[in-house]
């Protein structure tokens, strides 16, 4: 067994003939954080150790620590904010899912990933939205809003592309503090309301 790209499944200690010849140890993978951010909700973060490949396994972790904690403080809903592709982390994070927001800018790239993220929400049986990013990048291209159509998939939004965007996450604050004037800023509002109403009521 190789340390490092074992995953964990104990699938070849279920298949292995002889019982008991293959066993499972605990081993450290990362490290799983709980903090409440200033703007007074609780917040699950996690790291990976270097060279560890068990990201599903700890996205699972996570999201356990997140339901223990719901229980405890009584609250309604858990956000999840997967990673990009369809990796084992974002297989772990649209597992039990309610509802998934797909994320993707107006680029044939882009709309091949969010493609084929959909097909592991299809997998899931999830309801899919989607949110379009840097939507005024690329004015001549209409593929990712045909898609969506096509695939009957709602549109929660467009935010357009501003340049404060990623100097607010350089900053470590979300945008709507550090440039509460940024054109992106109605967009981002417009469509948190729309979450609001639409999904989570
Ligand atoms: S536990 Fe799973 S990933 Fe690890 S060696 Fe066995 S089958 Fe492979």
Redesign the pocket.
Known sequence: ?NEL?????????LVCPVAGT?T?EEVRSGVIRKATTKYGFPLISAQLDVGRPESGKLVTEEKEWASKLMKELNLEHMIVDSAAGIGCQVIASLGGADVAILIAEPTPASLSDVQRAYKVVQHFGEPAYLIINKADINPGFTGLEEWAEKEGIPILGRIPYYRVVPKSMSMLKPVVEAFPEAKALKAIVEIAETIKKEILE
């Not at 790209?5 to 200690?13: I, K, L, R, Y």
Request: charged letters at 10%; aromatic letters at 0%.
């Open positions: 067994m790209t074992c995953e964990g499944c104990n699938v070849c200690g293959i499972l």
